[in-house]
């Protein structure tokens, strides 16, 4: 039978000319074979006849896509097994097998997401359909003559077929190769995250017609630009004829640095660490660490990640100052190139405009721009996920430099995981990264006599620790960072003798404590005594946060006594500078971080940080309601390796010591989630383990098993902040009686509702992720005990993508959220 070869992807698209649109844009960002292969079989299963049909509104019977093309796969590389296993080196039929599922995998899953492979199609009802329709309809399904015609590729044709029974099939592909996996399981699993991360990116480009490269377009303009401000910048700071011996520190600090890092590039090093004190201006010295490195190695994009909201906003002002264009991706920042493309839109209602916003929307989406700034979890989590819209940043983290601030804000679990992990994808994608902290863990891997699928230092083989760009030891000795004095206060404290003795002390002060219930008790036992006393948690909207900081700034400068009592929010990234900090007992690193509050600027001959253990009336530590099981280690150390006094050039062998005992006292790759109603994210953080996470009430899952029996599916489930340990209410406050948010973005949801065209609903929802970004500064985030909600305030309207809306009734720009019993709530 003689067929017509013609049929489209996409309306009014050829597949011929989509396929190899996909194969293209995948080998630009992967050489792969696997990858290669899924893209020129991954939709060949639209030469159904129904899919065709179903193009042109027509619905005529099973018209799906996906698994055909893998039957089509399958029937190819069998047939032509010989030529495969020559051409890529297989040398087994295990070998073979296994190259056969991954790129099945890719090809079946690319409009979903990456599953483990034990069961990539274990029991697939879609796939014993896909073969059923297949061998009813072979005479149909020209896929074998498509395959040499028109793609012209040289091979044995093949047939529709396998065996008698459908599920023989299935049966093939479920035999899960677990011999040739271990041969090189993290080589395997990296393999298969890039092939499908440059595949779904391919083809979603080459559907949606988008061709441009943002990245390629802008970074040779990014690179010289970053070169030329750094080095105005810098010629300012040593023309300033008041400079300070804390800046003549920072600059050597900084040229350390750049000498370090070029010692380093020399014996082809990929991942660096920064190890400075708080205040040593790391942040300039991180850019110009990536300035000598793009020096050396070209035109690399940056990536610049920290923990927390409040810093993103810190370091896009700085790099705002070096480069007119930086993307600042997270949940707050509203995207101005996306805002400008939706104005040109609103103006003139263009197909032209309306692909505009689709194109920038993406360029968001997957990281393609040369300079980003973004938190711990979109990076974090896009490094190790499964999940299709995750993996679309991926290939925009080739050829990139990491600069990873304050990485001790990771949970201790994942220190040396990630560490091990960075440094074999940096090899792997000609990256560099560099991991920055006053409070450096210890990154090398212990061996430990355990489940070989758990061992870190068997699946890491080729794991280098990271080499310390600078003599760190010897500028945490210098007087210029010896700027406070940390007194352990012997008794334990309740609310009345905290108040007592900070009200004792005739200055400023900054009082640290573990939770939002203590914040509050203490501040209302304080207001009223002292002038200038004000409050900050989580309970306040983010703009309240920044006018609390500000105003607490404001006051130091102005040489006025303020009382600013804060949650660990306040702890990193924070550039406040008090005479005296008060910290409750808690670990190490936030001690260290908290101090890093006082004399920040070494204005004072010394400052003064109280080490304290708060109690409860009862006399129950208020520390262990936060840092439970295993996190009491870390408050034992505290005790223990604190003494009645030490200065902050002493703490440097302390921390060594106490990052010494988690590495030895962990097991990476396992971390047990707790299950108390209690437990909060602070907790989650100080735990000992390492990788493993709760994935439902009884199970835990740890990331080097799930790397050496290739489990996607089950590392995906991983997430920086857990959403186990309780559930999470969004807010938003409203400015007055005439804030009409709501009905803006109801009048948006609506308008959604009744779109029926594709681009235009992208386009809405765009708009709406942007307006919600609009609303962020009024918006609330609190992690509630699920057990009891009674209470949290109740809306005045109905809820909208799962924000609350509330009057000012229930808040106050002084004390926060209004809440009946704040024990319940989360930090």
């Given at each position: 039978?003689?067929?017509?070869?013609?049929?489209?992807?996409?309306?009014?698209?050829?597949?011929?000319?989509?396929?190899?649109?996909?194969?293209?844009?995948?080998?630009?960002?992967?050489?792969?074979?696997?990858?290669?292969?899924?893209?020129?079989?991954?939709?060949?299963?639209?030469?159904?006849?129904?899919?065709?049909?179903?193009?042109?509104?027509?619905?005529?019977?099973?018209?799906?896509?996906?698994?055909?093309?893998?039957?089509?796969?399958?029937?190819?590389?069998?047939?032509?097994?010989?030529?495969?296993?020559?051409?890529?080196?297989?040398?087994?039929?295990?070998?073979?097998?296994?190259?056969?599922?991954?790129?099945?995998?890719?090809?079946?899953?690319?409009?979903?997401?990456?599953?483990?492979?034990?069961?990539?199609?274990?029991?697939?009802?879609?796939?014993?359909?896909?073969?059923?329709?297949?061998?009813?309809?072979?005479?149909?399904?020209?896929?074998?003559?498509?395959?040499?015609?028109?793609?012209?590729?040289?091979?044995?044709?093949?047939?529709?077929?396998?065996?008698?029974?459908?599920?023989?099939?299935?049966?093939?592909?479920?035999?899960?190769?677990?011999?040739?996996?271990?041969?090189?399981?993290?080589?395997?699993?990296?393999?298969?995250?890039?092939?499908?991360?440059?595949?779904?990116?391919?083809?979603?480009?080459?559907?949606?017609?988008?061709?441009?490269?943002?990245?390629?377009?802008?970074?040779?303009?990014?690179?010289?630009?970053?070169?030329?401000?750094?080095?105005?910048?810098?010629?300012?700071?040593?023309?300033?004829?008041?400079?300070?011996?804390?800046?003549?520190?920072?600059?050597?600090?900084?040229?350390?640095?750049?000498?370090?890092?070029?010692?380093?590039?020399?014996?082809?090093?990929?991942?660096?660490?920064?190890?400075?004190?708080?205040?040593?201006?790391?942040?300039?010295?991180?850019?110009?660490?990536?300035?000598?490195?793009?020096?050396?190695?070209?035109?690399?994009?940056?990536?610049?990640?920290?923990?927390?909201?409040?810093?993103?906003?810190?370091?896009?002002?700085?790099?705002?100052?070096?480069?007119?264009?930086?993307?600042?991706?997270?949940?707050?920042?509203?995207?101005?190139?996306?805002?400008?493309?939706?104005?040109?839109?609103?103006?003139?209602?263009?197909?032209?405009?309306?692909?505009?916003?689709?194109?920038?929307?993406?360029?968001?989406?997957?990281?393609?721009?040369?300079?980003?700034?973004?938190?711990?979890?979109?990076?974090?989590?896009?490094?190790?996920?499964?999940?299709?819209?995750?993996?679309?940043?991926?290939?925009?983290?080739?050829?990139?430099?990491?600069?990873?601030?304050?990485?001790?804000?990771?949970?201790?679990?994942?220190?040396?995981?990630?560490?091990?992990?960075?440094?074999?994808?940096?090899?792997?994608?000609?990256?560099?990264?560099?991991?920055?902290?006053?409070?450096?863990?210890?990154?090398?891997?212990?061996?430990?006599?355990?489940?070989?699928?758990?061992?870190?230092?068997?699946?890491?083989?080729?794991?280098?620790?990271?080499?310390?760009?600078?003599?760190?030891?010897?500028?945490?000795?210098?007087?210029?960072?010896?700027?406070?004095?940390?007194?352990?206060?012997?008794?334990?404290?309740?609310?009345?003798?905290?108040?007592?003795?900070?009200?004792?002390?005739?200055?400023?002060?900054?009082?640290?404590?573990?939770?939002?219930?203590?914040?509050?008790?203490?501040?209302?036992?304080?207001?009223?005594?002292?002038?200038?006393?004000?409050?900050?948690?989580?309970?306040?909207?983010?703009?309240?946060?920044?006018?609390?900081?500000?105003?607490?700034?404001?006051?130091?400068?102005?040489?006025?006594?303020?009382?600013?009592?804060?949650?660990?929010?306040?702890?990193?990234?924070?550039?406040?500078?008090?005479?005296?900090?008060?910290?409750?007992?808690?670990?190490?690193?936030?001690?260290?971080?908290?101090?890093?509050?006082?004399?920040?600027?070494?204005?004072?001959?010394?400052?003064?940080?109280?080490?304290?253990?708060?109690?409860?009336?009862?006399?129950?530590?208020?520390?262990?309601?936060?840092?439970?099981?295993?996190?009491?280690?870390?408050?034992?150390?505290?005790?223990?390796?604190?003494?009645?006094?030490?200065?902050?050039?002493?703490?440097?062998?302390?921390?060594?010591?106490?990052?010494?005992?988690?590495?030895?006292?962990?097991?990476?790759?396992?971390?047990?989630?707790?299950?108390?109603?209690?437990?909060?994210?602070?907790?989650?953080?100080?735990?000992?383990?390492?990788?493993?996470?709760?994935?439902?009430?009884?199970?835990?899952?740890?990331?080097?098993?799930?790397?050496?029996?290739?489990?996607?599916?089950?590392?995906?489930?991983?997430?920086?902040?857990?959403?186990?340990?309780?559930?999470?209410?969004?807010?938003?406050?409203?400015?007055?009686?005439?804030?009409?948010?709501?009905?803006?973005?109801?009048?948006?949801?609506?308008?959604?509702?009744?779109?029926?065209?594709?681009?235009?609903?992208?386009?809405?929802?765009?708009?709406?992720?942007?307006?919600?970004?609009?609303?962020?500064?009024?918006?609330?985030?609190?992690?509630?005990?699920?057990?009891?909600?009674?209470?949290?305030?109740?809306?005045y309207q109905d809820e909208i993508l799962g924000i609350k809306f509330i009057s000012t009734n229930n808040y106050s720009s002084t004390e926060g959220l209004i809440l009946d019993n704040i024990e319940n709530c989360f930090l």
């Open positions: 039978m003689v067929h017509d070869l013609t049929f489209e992807s996409h309306p009014g698209k050829l597949l011929e000319e989509h396929i190899w649109g996909v194969h293209k844009g995948t080998l630009q960002s992967s050489s792969l074979p696997i990858a290669g292969l899924a893209a020129l079989f991954h939709d060949l299963g639209k030469i159904n006849p129904n899919f065709q049909n179903k193009l042109h509104g027509k619905s005529t019977g099973y018209g799906n896509h996906s698994y055909l093309s893998v039957i089509a796969w399958v029937n190819y590389a069998l047939i032509n097994m010989k030529d495969i296993m020559m051409e890529h080196g297989l040398k087994t039929q295990e070998e073979f097998s296994l190259f056969i599922l991954q790129v099945a995998v890719l090809i079946g899953k690319h409009h979903q997401n990456l599953p483990n492979f034990e069961y990539a199609f274990t029991g697939s009802e879609e796939l014993i359909r896909a073969t059923e329709f297949a061998k009813e309809n072979v005479c149909d399904l020209p896929i074998s003559e498509f395959v040499n015609k028109t793609l012209k590729l040289d091979c044995v044709s093949f047939e529709l077929k396998w065996g008698k029974q459908s599920n023989m099939f299935v049966s093939f592909l479920s035999k899960y190769q677990k011999k040739a996996w271990k041969q090189a399981p993290l080589k395997f699993f990296m393999d298969t995250q890039e092939s499908f991360s440059a595949l779904i990116e391919a083809d979603k480009k080459d559907a949606g017609k988008n061709d441009s490269y943002f990245f390629n377009e802008t970074i040779e303009t990014n690179t010289k630009q970053l070169a030329i401000n750094l080095t105005s910048t810098f010629d300012k700071f040593d023309q300033n004829l008041d400079i300070s011996q804390l800046n003549i520190l920072r600059t050597q600090i900084r040229f350390e640095a750049i000498e370090g890092v070029k010692k380093g590039l020399l014996n082809d090093e990929r991942i660096f660490t920064l190890t400075a004190p708080t205040g040593a201006g790391k942040t300039f010295t991180m850019l110009s660490i990536a300035d000598e490195i793009r020096k050396q190695k070209g035109n690399l994009g940056i990536i610049y990640s920290l923990p927390f909201l409040s810093i993103t906003e810190q370091v896009q002002k700085i790099a705002e100052e070096l480069l007119d264009d930086v993307m600042s991706v997270n949940s707050k920042t509203e995207n101005e190139r996306i805002r400008n493309a939706q104005q040109s839109y609103e103006n003139n209602q263009s197909a032209e405009n309306l692909t505009e916003i689709l194109k920038e929307d993406f360029i968001q989406n997957t990281f393609d721009h040369p300079f980003i700034i973004t938190t711990f979890v979109q990076f974090f989590e896009s490094l190790v996920s499964n999940k299709n819209s995750t993996l679309l940043k991926l290939p925009n983290f080739k050829k990139r430099i990491f600069l990873i601030d304050e990485v001790q804000a990771l949970p201790p679990r994942l220190y040396i995981f990630f560490s091990a992990w960075l440094d074999e994808f940096c090899r792997r994608n000609d990256s560099y990264a560099i991991l920055s902290t006053a409070t450096m863990p210890k990154l090398t891997i212990p061996i430990k006599d355990t489940d070989e699928d758990c061992r870190a230092d068997l699946l890491f083989k080729d794991y280098t620790v990271p080499n310390e760009l600078i003599d760190c030891k010897k500028y945490f000795a210098e007087d210029i960072f010896n700027r406070y004095e940390i007194k352990v206060l012997s008794d334990q404290q309740t609310n009345e003798s905290l108040v007592n003795h900070i009200l004792e002390l005739d200055g400023s002060c900054l009082v640290i404590l573990n939770t939002i219930a203590d914040t509050k008790n203490l501040y209302n036992e304080l207001i009223g005594k002292s002038e200038n006393v004000l409050l900050l948690n989580t309970h306040f909207i983010p703009d309240d946060r920044t006018r609390i900081i500000n105003q607490s700034q404001d006051l130091l400068k102005a040489n006025q006594k303020v009382i600013l009592i804060s949650t660990q929010l306040i702890e990193a990234g924070v550039d406040i500078d008090f005479p005296i900090v008060y910290r409750d007992m808690c670990p190490l690193p936030s001690l260290i971080q908290s101090a890093g509050r006082c004399n920040r600027n070494n204005k004072l001959d010394k400052g003064q940080v109280y080490f304290f253990e708060l109690v409860s009336d009862n006399g129950q530590s208020r520390a262990k309601l936060i840092y439970r099981n295993e996190g009491k280690r870390f408050l034992d150390f505290c005790r223990k390796e604190i003494p009645t006094s030490i200065n902050e050039n002493q703490l440097f062998d302390v921390q060594s010591k106490f990052f010494e005992s988690i590495q030895q006292n962990l097991t990476i790759g396992e971390f047990k989630v707790l299950s108390s109603s209690k437990t909060d994210s602070i907790s989650l953080q100080q735990n000992l383990t390492i990788g493993e996470f709760k994935a439902d009430k009884d199970a835990s899952i740890n990331m080097v098993k799930c790397i050496n029996n290739a489990e996607f599916e089950s590392m995906g489930k991983f997430k920086l902040i857990n959403n186990d340990i309780g559930d999470q209410v969004q807010y938003y406050i409203l400015k007055n009686e005439m804030d009409e948010c709501y009905e803006k973005l109801n009048k948006l949801l609506n308008e959604l509702k009744l779109q029926t065209d594709y681009a235009n609903s992208k386009r809405l929802k765009i708009k709406i992720s942007d307006y919600i970004k609009k609303l962020s500064g009024r918006i609330l985030n609190i992690r509630v005990n699920k057990y009891n909600k009674a209470q949290m305030p109740e809306p």
